[in-house]
């Protein structure tokens, strides 16, 4: 005996509501970025002549679209004000912003392109991937990879942490006396907006 034609719409129905909130509930979501707790966000290392210098920026932006379940559909942005830039000494402040042409590009952005070797994010645990895409510094566009390590809380605050070393000259930028490669080390904390 067939089932009447309003409960076979029914079931179609009800199947569709179910899938449709499946797929809801794995849709990324927009995240930005938190104040870190005291610590500075973004940290380089630099020497010229011989002569470290260490500087440090308080202010890292982030705008990504995440699902915790699939992060390596990640995408977004993340910058880093140049004009903030602080070395601890003010003239070698102003001199490093110059050398950056900050007045010009007032930020350095990575654009998200791929994340790889993190399949989810557990609460409470630490995971290490791969990121890549694209860094833009004093105006110059190159492709960059780096390692990256995220930690998602139970409040969903998910912490992120990479280092990687950025070749100066690539990006027009050339310092007479100064090392070849600046490490720089970035730390920030996004959350669910």
Known sequence: MKPPMGAAFGAVL??????????????????????????PQAQFNFRVTLIPVPGRVQQVTATLKLDPLRPQDVTGTVQVPLKTLMTGIKLRDEHARNYLKAGQFPFATFRLG??????????????SGQVSGTFTLAGVTRPLTAPVTLRREAS???????????????????????DKNT??????????R
Do not use: C
Not at 20 to 30: D, F, I
Not at 114 to 127: C, F, I, R
């Open 183 to 192: 490490d720089v080390r970035l730390r920030f904390a996004v959350a669910a």
């Open 114 to 127: 791929k994340l790889s070797g993190v399949p989810a994010l557990p609460v409470g645990q630490e995971v």
């Open 156 to 178: 969903g605050q998910i912490n992120v942490s990479t280092q990687f070393n950025i070749p100066l000259n690539d990006y027009g930028i050339h310092i007479r006396g100064a």
């Open 14 to 39: 009800t199947l569709t509501l179910v899938f449709v909130g499946l797929a809801a509930a794995q849709t990324a979501t927009p995240y930005a970025a938190v104040a870190a707790a005291g610590t």
